[in-house]
Structures are given as structure tokens and as C-alpha cells.
């Protein structure tokens, strides 16, 4: 992978979350700051206004045959959850603790253009925990280098 800028975008495979929220992607800037061709470090920032989580995290991952795969890491705790009462979904922010990592997976779409799947990788009792509070664990991305 090439070191610079990239930009994206994630969303939620419950499209419910996007609609109520006000927006149904969520976009993001990537800088790759180093890279030795097929494994990669940089950090990353989602947009706050299309509910990305706060604060500037990393991103570390690798190319393969025709593939990608990387985690993202954010500094803040940052969980999107059912109001059960209402049925509205809100995000609830910890910044005493970190976020879980994220595991992104995909493939090259074309020459610097990358789409695939997110999830987070709960152990079975965090997994149940996580789906009885209403949260969502994955969805879809995609992102692009910017040439400049």
C-alpha cells in the first residue's frame, strides 16, 4: 500500500442507525505514514459530523495476494445503541476508556481503491453483552488514495 492521504466512508449494515441519525455514511481520512508495500501503519479520524467517533486513532495492517486487511484502534470508548423505550438509536461516549479495535477486511477494487467488510471481534460473553444492549458489530466500507 502507498504511504498518503486516503478518504472513506462506513455504514452500519442495520441502515436504520444512518436514517435516524441524520446521515447513512460515515466518512474518514487515512494517512498512511509508513509502509514497506504490503504491511502498513498510519492513523486515522472519522468525520464527527456523520458520527464518526472522536479523536485521532491508528491503523495498522497488510496487503495480501488480493487482498486487505487492517485494524483500526481509537483512543474513546464510542458505542451506537437502541434506546429500548424510544427505538431511536444514540451514541454514547466513554473517554476514560478506549474503543474496542476494529477489523477491517477487503479487497482492491482498482489501482488505490478499497471496499469490504468491518466487524469487531468479541469473545462470546462480550458478544452477548454487546448484542442485548442493542449495539451494532459491522458493516461495509470503502476508500480511496488522493492523489495530490
Known amino acids: 500500500m502507498e504511504t498518503g492521504l486516503y478518504?472513506?466512508?462506513?455504514q452500519f449494515n442495520n441502515e436504520r442507525i444512518g436514517r435516524q441519525r441524520g446521515f447513512e455514511k460515515t466518512y474518514f481520512?487515512?494517512?498512511i505514514t509508513d509502509s514497506d508495500g504490503h504491511s502498513f501503519n498510519g492513523w486515522v479520524e472519522d468525520d464527527l459530523s456523520t458520527g464518526g467517533m472522536e479523536?485521532?486513532?491508528?491503523?495498522?495492517?497488510?496487503l495480501y495476494s488480493d487482498g486487505i486487511e487492517f485494524v483500526k484502534n481509537m483512543p474513546y470508548l464510542s458505542i451506537i445503541r437502541e434506546d429500548s423505550a424510544t427505538g431511536e438509536y444514540g451514541q454514547m461516549i466513554d473517554k476514560t476508556k478506549k474503543h474496542e479495535p476494529i477489523y477491517y477486511d477487503g479487497v482492491e477494487i482498482e489501482n488505490n481503491h478499497y471496499?469490504?467488510?468491518w466487524a469487531f471481534k468479541y469473545g462470546v460473553l462480550m458478544q452477548?453483552?454487546?448484542w442485548l444492549m442493542g449495539a451494532k458489530m459491522g458493516g461495509t466500507w470503502e476508500m480511496s488514495k488522493v492523489n495530490n
Open 7 to 10: 478518504k472513506g466512508s462506513y
Open 29 to 31: 481520512t487515512i494517512v
Open 55 to 62: 479523536g485521532r486513532g491508528t491503523v495498522s495492517g497488510k
Open 115 to 117: 471496499g469490504g467488510k
Open 128 to 130: 452477548v453483552a454487546v
